[in-house]
């Protein structure tokens, strides 16, 4: 007869290796499901981001494809600028300050470099972006601008965000102020200057941390470089060689023709939205609010996408040109 043999209990330290390969197991698991819950909140982020951004650049791209051109002199025979588009700066010395359109809530400078910020060799375009003005066609014969304005998104919220603004003049006030958009009087039935100083519900896109436009004109004889496609020529920000140029802060178009390339209106744009994510958007208000120590631009590298749109404006067609 046989003798059944003893059964051997687990030793403590079994249990304890048991219970810690558990443990790993369990953060191992842990660890995957949130990063698989914060994936998806991003990419859900990410896809409306995406959805809002083309959204405002098919309406910016709307207004340049009806934009309004003509030469036109002032009584002194200086030329009208009916196109125009200017680097939002920070400083005393500048032309156009964040404030001009009295709705930029002012930050402290230790949270952002005070200095331009114009580096459009980097699509950065100013402290604010750019201020762009000019006249469409759509829905009606009205003065248009864009520009981003550091506001709050709401009436009754207190916490301010970088909003891109599209200023519609109406019609009649268009007619009245002139023709020239950079010194027209473009009112929407109040005492402000609409063009300079949008209405509030203006806003048409939030979390804009930048914004500008690359102009060109169609010339064949550019073979083209990093920065212009070949037959076209880059006229802002450039030089007198059409070449990139840090220097050239504003561009004000007045004329079809000739060799001055610095006030020709343009005839291609190339437009650039730099926009924050969901956690972008919250790092930097944390950081503007003082409650935390992270730098600006790396945010903004880190959590931001820039989109690009090139669009035909009207004018004359290019050599060679077959529609």
């Known amino acids: 007869m046989m003798t059944p043999k003893k059964r051997r209990a687990f030793t403590l330290v079994e249990l304890v290796v048991s219970l810690a390969i558990t443990s790993v197991i369990a953060f191992f698991v842990f660890s995957f499901a949130a990063s698989l819950a914060d994936l998806w909140r991003n ?41 125009a588009l200017s680097a939002i700066a920070k400083g005393d010395d500048d032309p156009y300050q964040v404030s001009f359109s009295n709705r930029w809530q002012d930050i402290d400078e230790s949270a952002r470099p005070a200095e331009w910020h114009f580096d459009p060799g980097q699509h950065r375009y100013g402290w604010a972006g750019s201020w762009l003005r000019f006249f469409t066609a759509a829905p009606s014969f009205n003065a248009v601008g864009y520009q981003v304005i550091r506001r709050p998104a709401f009436g009754d919220s207190s916490v301010d965000r970088y909003l891109l603004h599209r200023s519609l003049i109406r019609q009649d006030n268009t007619i009245a102020g002139g023709f020239d958009i950079v010194n027209g009087n473009y009112q929407d039935g109040t005492t402000a200057n609409a063009i300079a100083s949008p209405r509030l519900d203006s806003a048409i896109l939030e979390d804009v941390v930048d914004f500008g436009l690359r102009l060109y004109v169609f010339d064949e004889s ?12 880059l006229v802002f920000p450039a030089d007198a060689n059409g070449n990139l140029d840090i220097n050239d802060k504003e561009h004000l178009g007045s004329t079809l023709t000739g060799n001055n390339f610095g006030s020709r209106y343009p005839e291609v744009a190339e437009v650039f939205l730099r926009v924050l994510d969901d956690v972008g958007a919250d790092l930097l208000i944390r950081l503007e609010a003082g409650e935390t120590v992270s730098d600006y631009n790396e945010i903004v590298e880190k959590h931001s996408r820039l989109y690009q749109r090139m669009v035909r404006l009207p004018g004359r067609e290019p050599k060679g040109y077959t529609p």
């Open 222 to 233: 550019m073979s083209g470089t990093d920065d212009s496609p070949r037959g076209l020529r």
């Open 43 to 83: 990419t859900e982020g990410g896809v409306d981001t995406e959805l809002d951004a083309q959204i405002a650049l098919d309406r910016i791209v709307m207004d340049l494809e009806a934009a309004i051109f003509q030469e036109r002199q002032d009584p002194l025979g200086n030329a009208v600028p009916m196109f």
